[in-house]
């Protein structure tokens, strides 16, 4: 059973930090790609960034470059998001997924050309 589960979500004031973390389901996924999305209310989705299935190489979406920082933990199937300095243009629910594509290559990938999601951790950020 694949599952993918994203906790750390919630309110934070502006210029506040806050960390997200996704649990994969079993050490299959320690040879994907892993990273985050996220969707503001009345947007489409939007890449954030990603990381390679080693760890040792990752790729962010100008948006967040220098605030954010994905790490991951191959020993726990886990891959977390950083977020530093955040904006209240950062509010938005965050997605987790895996994928055999390489982490260079999801800031085009469309939703479907990605092997797994997870449902979502809302983040609220307040100005």
């Known amino acids: 059973q694949v599952q993918l589960v994203e906790s750390g979500g919630g309110l934070v004031q502006a210029g506040g930090s806050l960390r997200l973390s996704c649990a994969a389901s079993d050490r299959t996924f320690s040879t994907y790609a892993m990273g985050w999305f996220r969707q503001a209310p009345g947007k489409e989705r939007e890449f954030v960034g990603a990381?390679?299935?080693?760890?040792?190489?990752?790729y962010y979406a100008d948006s967040v470059k220098g605030r954010f920082t994905i790490s991951r933990d191959n020993a726990k199937n886990t891959v977390d998001l950083q977020m530093n300095s955040l904006k209240p243009e950062d509010t938005a629910v965050y997605y987790c997924a895996i994928s055999r594509a390489r982490y260079s290559s999801w800031y085009r990938l469309l939703p479907n050309e990605l092997d797994y999601w997870g449902q979502g951790t809302q983040v609220t950020v307040s100005s």
């Open positions: 990381i390679s299935w080693s760890g040792g190489s990752t």
